[in-house]
Each structure stands twice: as C-alpha cells, then as structure tokens.
C-alpha cells in the first residue's frame, strides 16, 4: 500500500476569474506507421498565467493543430498552481528534477531579466518573474523541462508560508 503526502505549496487553484495569458511552447507532428497506412496526429505544449504568481501547463493530442493547442490550453487551466514572487525574483535558489531534466533556478538583483531559454524562459514569464538566473541541466527534452521547472517553482517558500508552517512569527523565522 503506498501512501501519497500532497505538499502545502501543491494545491490546485481554481481559474474561473483570472485573467490568463497563453504562451505557445510548440507543435510537433507525430506518425504512427501502421502495417496499412501511416497516421499523423499532432502534439502541443501550452504554458498559461496570469503574470503575478500563477502558472500552468498542457499537453495536448489530436488530429488536427487547433485542435491539440486548444486541448493543451484546456489542460493547462485546470493544472494551475501558485508561485512565491517576491519583487519580480524567486525567494531563494531551487534545484528539481523531472525524468532526465535538471533544473537550476536561483534569484538575481533588479535590471538582470531572465536568463534562460526555450520553455523554461515561458514558464518564468508566465508565471510573473523579472529577474532570474536559470541552467538547463541534462535532457532538453521540453515536457520534462517545464515539469521540472513547474516543480521547483512548487517547492519554494517564503517567509510568510514557513511562519505558517511553523506557528511562529515572521521576526521569529528571521531572528531565530
């Protein structure tokens, strides 16, 4: 019997009322030969957000590109989750793997921008950040990229969730 813990900072968010924006990572043509014929199908990675602190992803499958980006934006909606921005940057650095992806996140001083590429640049982008230094480790392979990335960016806390988390009061968190 395996027992699953559901994280704090992994909780879904519900997007009737926001307002979100929809970046488009990519659109591969998939075949599959059969011994009669060949099919071609289509696969879309959507990132949507609102660009303050919520963001989320779709993959999408059909026969038709509309139609597989439309899925994917439908996916994306319902896996939304919150992010901790903190003036334009992340609270602290963040390292998380996803398959064959190794994602390095850490924060970086105003006027920097965002350092880094593909569909790890959508995802930091979407979610709102300004100003973030990122490195792209092993496979580039883009769905395993913006899972790792979403994880990372799920795992980070600031001090008002660690004062929760541990009944004590933000001067407490610093001071010690």
Do not use: W
């Amino acid at each position: 019997m395996r027992i699953l813990k559901q994280n704090m900072s992994e909780k879904k968010i519900k997007y009737t009322g926001l307002e979100l924006k929809e970046k488009l990572v990519g659109v591969t043509r998939v075949c599959k030969v059969t011994k009669g014929r060949r099919y071609f199908s289509f696969s879309a990675i959507v990132i949507k957000g609102n660009e303050n602190g919520i963001v989320g992803y779709g993959f999408g499958k059909s026969k038709e590109a509309p139609d597989a980006i439309h899925k994917a934006g439908e996916q994306a909606k319902r896996n939304l989750c919150q992010v901790c921005v903190f003036n334009g940057t992340i609270p602290h650095e963040q390292e998380a793997k996803y398959g064959g992806a190794h994602i390095l996140i850490k924060p970086a001083s105003d006027g920097t921008g965002i350092i880094a590429g593909g569909p790890l640049r959508a995802v930091l982008e979407a979610a709102g950040l300004r100003n973030v230094l990122s490195k792209s480790k092993g496979s580039s392979n883009h769905h395993n990229v913006i899972k790792a990335t979403i994880k990372a960016l799920s795992k980070m806390r600031d001090v008002h969730i660690i004062s929760k988390q541990r009944g004590i009061t933000r001067k407490e968190v610093y001071d010690g």
